[in-house]
């Protein structure tokens, strides 16, 4: 079955950085594009960043171009997110998704 299992979470002060990996089993990883969402309180799940199955293309929300990156290890069945200048409005739960699986999602919390 497929599993995605978030990690990385945590707090960081504002204009620090952290990586969120996803390690995924159950299908053919390089087969599919790979995205990061998040929830933050009271707001709807928003797509943060996606990747095709081959590194190339990439897909960025607005708020997040040019402070995140995603890429991936297809070696190693897992998609990371690379965040640095975090804002206080990036609190959220981060979720890994594959087509309509997803994972537990990881806290990150960006606060003084």
């Known amino acids: 079955q497929v599993q995605l299992v978030e990690s990385g979470g945590g707090l960081v002060q504002p204009g620090g950085s952290l990586r969120l990996s996803c390690v995924a089993s159950?299908?053919?990883?390089?087969?599919?594009?790979m995205n990061w969402y998040r929830q933050a309180p009271g707001k709807e799940r928003e797509l943060v960043a996606g990747?095709?199955?081959?590194?190339?293309?990439?897909k960025y929300a607005e708020s997040v171009k040019g402070r995140f990156t995603i890429s991936r290890d297809n070696a190693k069945n897992t998609v990371y997110l690379q965040m640095s200048s975090l804002k206080s409005e990036d609190t959220a739960v981060y979720y890994c998704?594959?087509?309509?699986?997803w994972g537990q999602g990881t806290q990150v919390t960006v606060s003084s």
């Open positions: 159950g299908f053919i990883f390089n087969r599919y594009t």
């Open positions: 998704a594959m087509g309509t699986y």
């Open positions: 990747i095709s199955p081959l590194f190339t293309p990439t």
